[in-house]
């Protein structure tokens, strides 16, 4: 949506500055992502008023592990109802019966009629796939935790199941995942209280996708892209800990020796939990290391591994980035 063009401008840039960085890591990437799913699905789970903290957070980390590996482009009615059924093992299909749902407004809302729900699921999920929908991933991603609270299929876990797709669908483009706090609750549900009756108000269950949102929905949008950046620049905040540095060795030889010295500041590194990445400049018996660990840490290897090597003349140690 053209109203949100400058949020998902910031959201791409912060993704593209953040992977064109000299600094970027794959592997640290994957881990505070993984961190952050963690966090998104223990609060998803904490939202709930029915949490057990136990049996139902891990029926929910067992449904994301399932959809990451199962999930690709394939979204669809089975697939959506195989991720329901592994947040709550009742939700083999949609429902039979009309719900009523209480929110936290103490307003009680029903959810689409059982005979409309495949109808309303198909419209979704063919606006989330259809590819002449211009919609940034990170827009989609909200419209269907947002519509698909709407249609309410499932009998149970509603939430954890559109929240979890949510994050899915992020997770699959590169996004890293939203979390929303247990300390959010309140206005989380409020906005998608508001959310719902502008929609009500503005079309019914006519037409979901109408260019003409209501305010309520348009606020829910915002704060889900508010959320992403959000999570980018927890991602981001890792990488200001990165460090580069420069290792000029002297030693007598073709250069070969700096393959030890590599592999000696590699093990140090990892060993303590930091990431490390290298590359070599033979001619010029340079070691170039980016990693978090203090300079400290990569100095005191280097003189450990250099003390008890006659033909290791010295080195020198250069902090290339602060």
Known sequence: MAFFARKISEIDDS????????LYDEGLTRRITAALIGDSLSHSDAIEENSSSQVTLKRLEEAWNFAVVNINEDL????????????????????TDNVLIPGFDRVVRSGVRPIKIRREMNNLIYHIKDESNQDAPSLKAAEISLYGLFIHPFQDGNGRTFRLLHNLLLYKNGIPPVVIRK????PYKMLIAAA?????ERVGQADMFSANRSFGEMNYF???L????ESIEELSGRYTKFRMYDVECYFKGNGKQLHGVREML?????????VFKSSLDLPKRTVRVVTDAPFGIVNSNMLNYTKDR?????????????
Request: charged residues 30%.
């Open 15 to 22: 993704l593209s500055n953040l992977r064109e960085s000299c």
């Open 266 to 274: 590699r093990r140090g590194c990892t060993a303590g939990g930091w």
């Open 310 to 322: 006659s033909w290791f003349k010295g080195y020198e140690l250069i902090k290339r980035r602060k």
């Open 226 to 229: 508010d959320k992403v950046q």
């Open 76 to 95: 669809s009615h089975s697939s959506i109802c195989d991720i329901a059924a592994k947040v709550e093992p009742i939700n083999h299909s949609y429902r």
């Open 183 to 186: 300390s959010e609750k309140r």
């Open 222 to 224: 915002g704060f889900m």
């Open 196 to 200: 719902q009756d502008g929609f009500n």
